[in-house]
């Protein structure tokens, strides 16, 4: 290993592969034009006010895929300002076009790790609402290390909550919402707003995605 893999601040595991999907016409259009005017650089500092011009509460999604579900988030609440987070370009060359289409100005997105950005970008105590739904259960239990919720994202996420903040997670995989039950019960930065201390119904201002 060397020095600079020693003092790096990226993990090695990474909770995606890096496919390069085919981008439609639509799609590429919107990355050429509206990628300076919605998406952010990593390697900048993030200032939130700047950005959005305002101080409002602020909320992440990770991993949005084409982006619908963060569009309508977007739309339906336009007194709350989003980040987005997603690796495949196909996916935020959809959310431009929805954006832009839309006019929907608070809105911006990050196409990279979303492990790096929460922990190079965000600032601690920042966030009112984490979101991360549908994320890939891995299914092979050789592979369950790659899936994201695990205790140091918990760890991590509770850093940049602020008081009040909540983290909403969604899978339809069985076994990982168990994982994923059982990570968070041991943290005890967060509480449970299940009545049964278990599971939640899909709440009504959760738009449904394609994968339901």
Request: charged share 25%; hydrophobic share 35%.
């Amino acid at each position: 290993m060397s020095e600079q893999d020693e003092q790096s601040p990226f993990r090695k595991i990474r909770s995606f592969i890096l496919r390069q999907g085919r981008l439609t016409q639509g799609q590429q259009f919107a990355l050429d034009n509206f990628w300076g005017k919605y998406c952010l650089d990593p390697s900048e500092a993030l200032d939130i006010y700047n950005i959005f011009g305002r101080d409002a509460p602020l909320c992440v999604e990770i991993g949005f895929g084409n982006g619908e579900c963060l569009a309508k988030l977007a739309a339906e609440n336009p007194d709350k300002d989003y980040i987005g987070i997603e690796v495949h370009r196909p996916g935020v060359g959809h959310l431009l076009l929805q954006l832009e289409q839309q006019d929907l100005q608070n809105v911006r997105i990050y196409c990279h790790d979303a492990i790096e950005i929460l922990t190079n970008n965000l600032p601690d105590n920042s966030l009112s609402a984490v979101h991360l739904f549908f994320p890939d259960p891995w299914h092979k239990r050789k592979h369950h290390k790659r899936r994201i919720v695990q205790s140091s994202f918990v760890d991590l996420l509770a850093k940049k909550l602020h008081a009040n903040g909540y983290f909403h997670a969604a899978t339809d995989w069985e076994n990982y919402a168990e994982s994923m039950l059982a990570v968070l019960s041991a943290n005890d930065r967060f509480s449970n707003t299940s009545p049964t201390n278990t599971y939640c119904e899909r709440p009504t201002h959760r738009p449904l995605t394609k994968f339901e």
